[in-house]
């Protein structure tokens, strides 16, 4: 069993074939996917494919590249989601990108401060992206840490260093592994998903982009994450049996998915 932590699968490239594209992750052994809003319209689709599909539960939130043109009562939606309905299991995706800067960054920063105090008012966890803004994101995660505990959280498909690694990690957050985990010239990597601990490690697909090895460059789809399960399982040095009880066991525990 698997858990595809990371999906849009809102997205037009999936949404015209759901029934189909959740057939094959369920053949493939997913126990959950969780779909993840960017914005408004997203997020209220999330939820909307959570309610058709029981395989899914849904996060709400505005991706750091989507504030600024986010408009006047977008924010104020996400937190009417949040706060009535029961399929939203998790706040986001947000965080810091510098990579696109579609954002002014201090908006951006903005943004993610509120993503987290909503999902600390609500007792949910929240989903972290991360693209060219490590020190950044880790200072903003410490300053949450530091005035109100771990963050109960997720980096999502983590492509920092090292240092990044262990500073997320010694808060106390789980750090989730994309397709970009398979790719031939990943191997720096992998040398540091090896040093995640088994209890702090989640898969995901960030489907329809980034599809692993071997359908790389294709549109890629939940029932893919056990590829990337399958490298971190040679990463770790164990089988892709712990790597599933582990990752599936982490997701139940984060997204609060027991009972669904
Ligand atoms: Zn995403």
Redesign the pocket.
Known sequence: MLIDT?A?LFDERLAAELPAVLARAEQAGLAHVIC?G?DRESSLASIEIARRFPLVAAAVGI?PNHVAEAAPGDWDAIVALAESEPLVHAIG?TGLDRYWDRAPFAMQEDSFARHMALARRLGKPFII?CRDAEADTVRMLREEHDRHGPPRAVM??FSGDLATAEACLAMGLYLSFAGMLTYKTAADLRAIAAKVPLDRLLVET?CPYLAPVPHRGKRNEPAFVSHTAAVLAEAKGVSVAEIEEWTTRNARELFDLTGR
């Open positions: 990371h849009h993840i960017i991706q995706e992206h999502h498909s960030d």
